[in-house]
């Protein structure tokens, strides 16, 4: 692994399954492939991240200059709220970070979570709607357990 800084920048060139990545690191334990966009929203984007070089998390790249205050506020609520939970049907807040943009001198708040693959429940939810299916009362007490 090699490391570069140039205006506040840090890109970290990477060797990960024989090809080489470059990684954007956040701080000394986060980083994230800005080439690996896991989904897009109003605020911002989700992308595959790394912990300490070997865990995989979801770094969601909020957009300050985007947000309202009180959008802001919401959200900053939500990250406290997230904090305080801890439930196997819910996506563990690991960090967040709110850090300034080195070409802007604006903070950006970045929100990292436990990586979650194979979809989120709307698409679930969705899937079974499209084909006439239901849940059982199992299944969703599962969902609430």
């Known amino acids: 692994m090699r490391l570069n800084k140039a205006n506040d920048i840090r890109i970290i060139h990477m060797e990960l399954e024989g090809s080489a990545a470059l990684l954007v690191q956040l701080d000394e334990e986060f980083c994230y492939d800005p080439n690996k966009v896991l989904g897009k929203g ?3 984007c989700v992308y595959a991240g790394l912990k300490n070089s070997r ?12 947000v309202s205050l009180k959008e802001l506020q919401q959200l900053k609520r939500e990250i406290e709220t997230m904090r305080r939970i801890d439930h196997k049907n819910v996506l563990k807040l690991i960090h967040h970070l709110d850090i ?3 070409t802007t001198g604006r903070k950006e708040l970045y929100v990292i979570t436990e990586l979650c693959t194979g979809g989120n429940l709307a698409e679930l939810i969705e899937s079974y709607r499209s084909t006439d299916r239901r849940f059982s009362e199992l299944t969703v007490l599962r969902f609430l357990e």
């Open 42 to 44: 109003g605020f911002g």
């Open 55 to 66: 865990y995989p998390v979801s770094v969601k790249h909020i957009l300050k200059s985007v």
């Open 100 to 102: 300034p943009n080195p």
